[in-house]
């Protein structure tokens, strides 16, 4: 069974993955601003737009060509699907497993009860 | 007209208003034992909770000639209010709210906008905001997007083996089904997540992906009682989607992006 995922838990994210939150979301009183922002990370919002160009086709039209054509690949829909299945199967084998069953399903629903520590944990 | 040779609009006549940086909005309730931690300026510049009425508003004094926007100014910022969001409800400010002395935050911040502010910390009551975003693993979104397609298969081998010069048509018609083919599969992947969070969220908010590697960016209010749920799906999503997207859970947040609004300043 999939135990390696099984403690992913929340993080706090780094501070660039939360800058864009900290500068352009909140509460604002205009009147009130007062920044000089410095250095290169704040540069990276406006990096962000992606224009389709010829450029962009170009580039596509060259990577097409090193990927498979072949292997069938399953989408999100697909994926989302055969892990309830999955699930449901595991579950029903979980049951049939008496008291080794319970025993896991019990310390999986420990396993929450923890959880709003875990996320401070990662960073000072 | 009245005499304003002097002011003394409180009793105090404050000569040289402190410069206060102000982090949020909270609850007079909970701003009690607001515990002393450094804000923007390091431990000299201690946050405290300036309070009226029922709402109090996280500050911290700021040197007249300071103008924050140093990268440790944005981690103060952040972890001041992460510990706000830790401790109870909060409104985020945007980072670089400078307010010349108490009065200005007192009268022009928290008495002015009263109404508004507690309305919106009822509506935010009880509620954090977590990020979820889902990145394509390498190769993912192209291979999975022009799988089965016989045009693109076909204008491939035309292209293969032909330069770029002599090809340029064929591979501007190529790469540009490509990039429909790539937009319709992440668009389709991009709701089927959001279908999987929508339920469990007060709100949701998404955002531009910023890179095409991005299936979704969305950021949730979700209320605290409810998070071992979000946790749960998040992560029977990660192992679901295993190989194919990459799942970023985080938070809690402050609640910044359903706070995104703007207030007037008013007359002095």
Redesign the interface.
């Known amino acids: 069974m999939?135990i390696s995922?099984?403690n992913?838990?929340?993080?706090?994210?780094t501070?660039y993955?939360?800058?864009?939150?900290?500068?352009?979301?909140?509460?604002?009183?205009?009147?009130?601003?007062?920044?000089?922002?410095?250095?290169i990370?704040v540069l990276t919002i406006d990096a962000?737009i992606?224009v389709?160009s010829?450029d962009?086709?170009?580039?596509?039209?060259?990577?097409?060509?090193?990927?498979?054509?072949d292997?069938?690949?399953?989408?999100?829909?697909e994926?989302?699907k055969?892990?309830?299945t999955k699930?449901a199967i595991e579950g029903a084998v979980e049951t049939l497993g008496g008291q080794l069953g319970s025993f896991l399903s019990q310390s999986a629903q420990q396993e929450?009860?923890r959880?709003?520590r875990g996320?401070?944990e990662g960073k000072r | 007209m009245t005499d304003h040779s002097e002011t003394s609009v409180a009793g105090t006549t404050s000569v040289k208003a402190t410069s206060l940086y102000v982090y949020g909005i909270i609850p007079a309730a909970n701003a009690g034992e607001w515990p002393s931690v450094a804000g923007v300026g390091g431990p000299v510049a201690s946050v405290w909770a300036l309070e009226v009425g029922e709402l109090a508003a996280l500050v911290s004094a700021l040197p007249p000639d300071r103008t924050p926007g140093r990268r440790e100014d944005l981690n103060a910022h952040r972890e001041v209010l992460s510990l706000a969001v830790e401790r109870g409800t909060v409104i985020p400010l945007r980072f670089g709210m400078v307010m010349e002395g108490e009065d200005v935050v007192r009268e022009r911040l928290l008495g002015r906008h009263r109404p508004k502010l507690i309305e919106l910390l009822r509506t935010l009551d009880g509620h954090v905001q977590m990020a979820v975003r889902a990145l394509y693993a390498e190769g993912a979104l192209l291979g999975g997007a022009i799988e089965g397609d016989a045009e693109i298969a076909r204008l491939s081998a035309v292209v293969q083996g032909r330069s770029e010069i002599e090809s340029r048509p064929e591979r501007i018609a190529l790469g540009e089904r490509v990039a429909a083919a790539v937009d319709a599969r992440r668009a389709q992947d991009e709701q089927v997540l959001l279908d999987q969070l929508t339920p469990l969220a007060a709100d949701l908010r998404v955002e531009p992906g910023g890179s095409e590697r991005v299936a979704l960016n969305a950021q949730l209010l979700i209320r605290r009682d409810r998070r071992v749920a979000l946790d749960e799906a998040v992560r029977d999503l990660g192992s679901a989607l295993e190989g194919y997207l990459a799942i970023r859970y985080i938070g809690p947040l402050p609640p910044y992006s359903f706070s995104a609004m703007s207030l007037e300043a008013g007359e002095e």
């Not at chain 1, 992913?8 to 994210?13: E, F």
């Not at chain 1, 580039?59 to 060509?65: K, L, P, Q």
């Not at chain 1, 292997?71 to 829909?77: D, L, Q, R, W």
Request: net charge neutral; no cysteine; glycine share 8%.
């Open positions: 999939a995922t099984h992913q838990g929340p993080s706090k994210g501070l993955e939360v800058l864009e939150l900290i500068l352009d979301r909140g509460l604002v009183i205009d009147a009130f601003v007062r920044v000089s922002l410095l250095g990370e962000r992606v389709a010829i962009t086709y170009l580039r596509y039209a060259e990577a097409v060509g090193r990927v498979n054509l292997t069938p690949k399953a989408g999100v829909p994926l989302i055969a892990h309830e699930s929450p009860a959880e709003p996320p401070k």
